[in-house]
């Protein structure tokens, strides 16, 4: 258990629909990562914020945006959806200062499918 | 540009036998991070082992040994005396330092799906 959580564990959504995320991180962690997995693929990074500002992006269109909050945790939001989007979602937490701490732990993810 | 390559697409093993999963990293930078993640069925991605690229040594915990050679950008991961709970895909990772101390994005590998048959 790395005590990063991710709700909910299952979605599904039609096309053009929107979708909210949410991440709940590491107690103590200040940065929370998102990727996207698709089937038989390694994850993919979609952004990272760190005190509540966006700290990088990978390759993914701006209808793909998040939130931190003041406690940490974190929403990816998805608008219009595609039946691309049709993953499974992955947020990690880690923190720096500390050598642990630079490792990003997982939660379980969530598993979206788009009709 | 960052790239982690992992060319087993599948192994099978039996179990009790040791099997090497390999990687094969590309970047520029000369300060970057090594990861091993295990993804079972359930899908949370569990962290295995972290390397710094300034640290070449070898590392073995339990059944489970890494061998880390810049020369080659290579960072094998082997586990000894498998069993069926070592069922998986295995991920490598990269990472370089992001803003301040903060960890960067990971770069992942394709993964490895590891099958240990009783």
């Known amino acids: 258990e790395t005590g990063v959580t991710q709700s909910p564990t299952h979605l599904i959504k039609t096309r053009g629909q929107q979708v909210t995320l949410r991440c709940s991180s590491q107690?103590?962690?200040?940065?929370v990562s998102w990727y996207q997995q698709a089937l038989g693929q390694g994850p993919q990074f979609i952004f990272q914020y760190y005190r509540e500002e966006e700290n990088g992006r990978g390759n993914f269109p701006p209808r793909f945006s998040g939130l931190q909050f003041p406690n940490y945790s974190s929403e990816l939001n998805v608008n219009a959806l595609e039946l691309d989007d049709s993953a499974l979602y992955l947020c990690a937490s880690s923190s720096p200062g500390s050598r642990l701490g630079e490792t990003q732990y997982f939660g379980p993810g969530t598993r979206l499918l788009v009709l | 540009a960052q790239k982690v390559t992992q060319a087993q697409t599948e192994i099978s093993v039996v179990e009790k036998e040791d099997v090497t999963l390999d990687c094969v990293y590309e970047?520029?930078?000369?300060?970057?991070?090594l990861f091993w993640y295990k993804q079972p069925p359930s899908g949370e991605l569990v962290f295995l082992i972290r390397r710094n690229s300034f640290d070449e040594q070898n590392e073995i915990s339990g059944r489970y040994s890494w061998n880390f050679q810049k020369s080659t950008s290579s960072f094998n991961f082997t586990i000894t005396a498998s069993q069926v709970v070592d069922s998986a895909v295995y991920f490598c990772a990269l990472s370089e330092a992001g803003r301040g101390s903060t960890l960067g994005r990971l770069y992942f590998g394709r993964g490895t799906q590891l099958t240990v048959w009783p």
């Open positions: 970047t520029r930078d000369t300060t970057y991070y």
């Open positions: 107690s103590g962690h200040n940065t």
